[in-house]
């Protein structure tokens, strides 16, 4: 398996700062693409990179959050009305995954949730404590203080030689450390620059750890309206929509 390439399909917050789409990462792999994290702009962003959502076979959630899953009701329809899927698709996510997003596709369209999908639809609960290895890639997932009511997770994605880390989204924990080590690239949330909470990352706390992280690259997303207004403040990289990295 080749190296994957990393689209940045949504890099803004959940009120689409700056216009940004939300969370939606694309591991570019064809026949066998990864997306991490599904937010509801998906399709759009999807198709203003010119980017056919058919090879993607596996979709990964960090957690129930709908600007990290309300796209994938869209993705169904899209698969059963625009290009008819036949080949199962896999939604890997912390416990209870089926039944959140089943609750999901029932709330946004409950008669096309009633219905037989052309494809079957495989839910994968993983935990901390559970690697998985599908398509060639190895996954990991470690716990990152975010939710309350269901975990948080962070990934580890290992493919071709080369390791990719996300927060996911996190607030401050030395945690981060272990896993980011000798990464390849690192796609780290920051959310805020003055504001500081305990559920999500600041610019300033995440400058003052850069070179702990360990990590060959490191990239901001998820970014909030606070960091876009201090964008010339900040001297690490930032993600954009549509930006690609080739591992």
């Known amino acids: 398996m080749k190296s994957d390439s990393v689209v940045f399909l949504g890099s803004g917050d959940a009120f689409s700062a700056g216009g940004r789409f939300q969370a939606a990462y694309l591991f570019q792999n ?9 937010g509801p702009g998906v399709l759009t962003s999807l198709s203003r990179n010119k980017i056919s959502p058919i090879p993607i076979n596996t979709i990964l959630l960090t957690h129930f959050h709908g600007d990290h899953f309300a796209g994938l009701p869209f993705l169904f329809l899209y ?3 625009v290009e008819p899927r036949t080949a199962p698709l896999r939604i890997v996510g912390p416990p209870s995954v089926g039944a959140r997003v089943m609750q999901l596709f029932r709330a ?6 009633e219905e037989k999908l052309p494809f079957d639809l495989r ?3 993983i935990t901390p404590e559970k690697e998985l290895l599908l398509d060639g890639r190895r996954i990991d997932c470690f716990h990152v203080p975010h939710t309350e009511s269901s975990p948080s997770y962070g ?9 990719v ?3 996911g989204d996190s607030g401050w924990t030395e945690h981060l450390l272990r896993h980011t ?11 805020f620059f003055e504001s500081r909470f305990d559920m999500h990352l600041d610019y300033p706390r995440i400058a003052e750890n850069a070179g702990r992280f360990g990590a060959k690259r490191i990239v901001l ?3 909030g309206q606070e960091v876009l207004q201090h964008q010339n403040e900040i001297a690490m990289e930032m993600a954009f929509d549509g930006m690609m990295i080739e591992l």
């Open 221 to 223: 997303t998820h970014l």
């Open 30 to 38: 064809e026949p066998d693409s990864l997306l991490l994290d599904c």
């Open 165 to 167: 880390v996300f927060s």
């Open 123 to 125: 839910f994968i609960e």
């Open 79 to 81: 698969y059963t009305y």
């Open 181 to 191: 080590k000798g990464a390849d690239l690192f796609i780290c949330e920051c959310s």
């Open 108 to 113: 946004m369209y409950a008669d096309s949730a």
């Open 155 to 163: 990934y580890s994605i290992q493919s071709a030689g080369k390791r």
